[in-house]
């Protein structure tokens, strides 16, 4: 379920870093009152309904920590959660355990928070032909941790960056005189580095449309803040020449309707942005 663009080493880097801003020359506190060869069983109690996201994160964090701890998962990534239940018990060293305990409630609540928003977004065009798409309204430095659980959560992951796909927005199609200049300049651009990338083109309304159509050669049209009947139009417009986008303004409310114009993707930044945390906390078990 981890996409494939998150390796080990990623994970590693985050937690490390993590660790750092949290932990820096050390845990005084745990240091001060708790022995140094204790070791202690903790669990991590879910208290909120939703799904669950983190966990494979959680163990990379614990293992990190304490490479001889035991850590037992009684649910996985993208299980359907409810109060009171728990998610997973580790055994290792106390110090160690409390070390980590932040850093895994932060993300795995984070994580779960989108998981479960994202769920509902599948649920609702869970009978059409669409698939929901993430955007890059994310946190800076987690948006790995934020398209990871977008991932268990049901919907997909758009772009990860400006680095892997070629997205030509308004300001795009502005700054460089139209939006046929704007994708003949990103097919020389391609061309001339070697590079085979998608390339997307937002659009605002049909004029554009119609422009998009006569000069060809991109990979999906975004349509931007059109309103239902005219994205229906649209989309009509276009047939099957490049794959259909809608875009703005799209929440869990209005997601349907979306989908309904017979669109192949639909983006929502809320699935990021928007998402709650689920409340959930780690105890030492007496």
């Known amino acids: 379920m981890r996409p494939e663009q998150i390796t080990d080493s990623l994970i590693h880097d985050f937690i490390k870093a993590g660790l750092h801003e949290d932990v820096r020359d050390g845990d005084h506190t745990s240091i001060a009152t708790i022995a140094a060869d204790s070791r202690s069983r903790a669990a991590l109690k879910v208290k ?18 304490d490479p001889s701890c035991v850590f037992t998962a009684n649910k996985t990534d993208g299980a359907d959660v409810f109060y009171g239940e728990i998610a997973f018990e580790v055994e290792g060293n106390t110090r160690a355990l409390l070390q980590a305990e932040r850093l895994v409630l932060n993300a795995m609540q984070r994580m779960s928070g989108i998981a479960t928003l994202s769920s509902r977004f599948a649920f609702e065009v869970g009978d059409l032909p669409v698939k929901v798409l993430d955007t890059r309204k994310t946190t800076p430095l987690i948006r790995f941790l934020e398209k990871w659980a977008v991932k268990i959560g049901g919907c997909e992951n758009y772009r990860w ?51 998009a159509l006569a000069i060809g050669g991109i990979t999906r049209l975004m349509f931007d803040n059109f ?27 209005n997601v349907r309707k979306y989908a309904l114009t017979g669109v192949d993707f639909v983006s929502a930044g809320a699935l990021t942005h928007s998402a709650q945390p689920l409340d959930m906390s780690l105890k030492i078990q007496k």
């Open 48 to 65: 909120d309904y939703g799904v669950l996201a983190g966990v494979e994160l959680a163990e990379h964090i614990f293992r990190y920590v």
């Open 161 to 211: 960056g400006l680095y892997d796909w070629i997205m030509i927005k308004d300001n795009h199609v502005d700054a460089s005189g139209g939006v046929g200049p704007a994708i003949e300049r990103a097919q020389a651009y391609l061309k001339d580095n070697n590079l085979s990338l998608n390339i997307t083109l937002e659009v605002r309304n049909l004029v554009e449309v119609h422009e």
């Open 227 to 253: 309103e239902i009947p005219i994205l229906s139009e649209a989309v009509a417009t276009v047939g099957k020449r490049f794959e259909t986008e809608a875009s703005g303004g799209i929440n869990l409310y």
